[in-house]
């Protein structure tokens, strides 16, 4: 089966010599959902960013090992420029995460940004906002949004496109439970054409719809099957 994602004992390290991810080797298939599972400050964010070619480009850190992103390597400056339109990305944080004021406008600069690099626009700015149910807001300024309406945002511009990869990290954080519905039953129509991947803690919602479950424990990640998640969960108090 085709890998999305490969790593081979990649070890990260920041500045203050703390080491979230120690020799860790992950294979992710395409056009899967995968869930990532762990305690907080167990790497899972970092881990989402450095595939993503945010570290160590954005956030400073020492990285060893081998990683290829859809056969290119992020930490590779040329290749890290062409994985840049091949990743969606919705961070944790809701409190920096958008370039623009209007709704609308952080939509549309991200299809600008994919036509520019000659990307063909199969789901644009109209599609996500009717997907992810966006029509009423879509004018407003994005600091009169609640938490939840601000995760839909994120997640409709990391669709947009589509990406041949999408990060999701803590997706479910400020929706409420019809909220996180709507999202879980979009994952399967993302599926079609993109990787998935889900750092979240809140995973029993997630469960049905995910084909990988993996947990980061003490720097290292290992996979699990879904029937036994729940007690890994309890030895790691996910």
């Known amino acids: 089966m085709d890998k999305a994602i490969t790593l081979r004992n990649v070890t990260l390290t920041y500045p203050n010599g703390k080491s979230p991810l120690r020799r860790v080797s992950?294979?992710?298939?395409?056009?899967?959902?995968?869930?990532?599972?762990?305690?907080?400050?167990?790497?899972?964010?970092?881990?989402?960013?450095?595939?993503?070619?945010?570290?160590?480009?954005?956030?400073?850190?020492?990285?060893s090992g081998e990683i290829k992103v859809v056969g290119l390597n992020p930490l590779n400056k040329e290749d890290l420029n062409k994985l840049v339109s091949?990743?969606?990305y919705a961070p944790?944080?809701?409190?920096?995460?958008?370039m623009h004021v209007h709704v609308i406008d952080e939509l549309i600069s991200r299809q600008r940004f994919l036509e520019e690099n000659n990307i063909d626009i199969?789901?644009?700015?109209?599609?996500?906002?009717?997907?992810?149910?966006?029509?009423?807001?879509?004018?407003?300024?994005?600091?009169?949004?609640?938490?939840?309406?601000?995760?839909?945002?994120?997640?409709?511009?990391?669709?947009?496109?589509?990406?041949?990869?999408?990060?999701?990290?803590?997706?479910?954080?400020?929706?409420?439970?019809?909220?996180?519905l709507d999202l879980i039953n979009i994952l399967p129509i993302v599926k079609r054409r993109s990787t998935l991947i889900i750092a979240e803690h809140n995973i029993n919602p997630l469960l049905d719809v995910v084909?990988?479950?993996?947990?980061?424990?003490?720097?290292?990640?290992?996979?699990?099957?879904?029937?036994?998640?729940?007690e890994v969960i309890g030895e790691c108090k996910c």
């Open 86 to 88: 091949m990743i969606g």
């Open 122 to 180: 199969k789901v644009d700015v109209q599609d996500v906002i009717e997907l992810l149910e966006l029509k009423s807001v879509v004018n407003y300024r994005i600091d009169w949004l609640s938490g939840g309406y601000k995760r839909r945002l994120l997640l409709a511009r990391a669709l947009i496109g589509p990406p041949r990869i999408v990060l999701l990290d803590e997706p479910l954080g400020d929706l409420d439970d019809a909220a996180k």
């Open 26 to 63: 992950l294979e992710i298939v395409n056009k899967t959902v995968n869930l990532i599972m762990g305690e907080s400050g167990s790497g899972k964010s970092s881990l989402l960013k450095l595939i993503a070619g945010l570290i160590p480009w954005i956030h400073n850190a020492k990285v």
């Open 92 to 98: 944790q944080s809701i409190d920096y995460a958008f």
């Open 211 to 230: 084909d990988n479950t993996m947990v980061l424990l003490n720097g290292e990640i290992h996979v699990v099957d879904k029937e036994n998640v729940r």
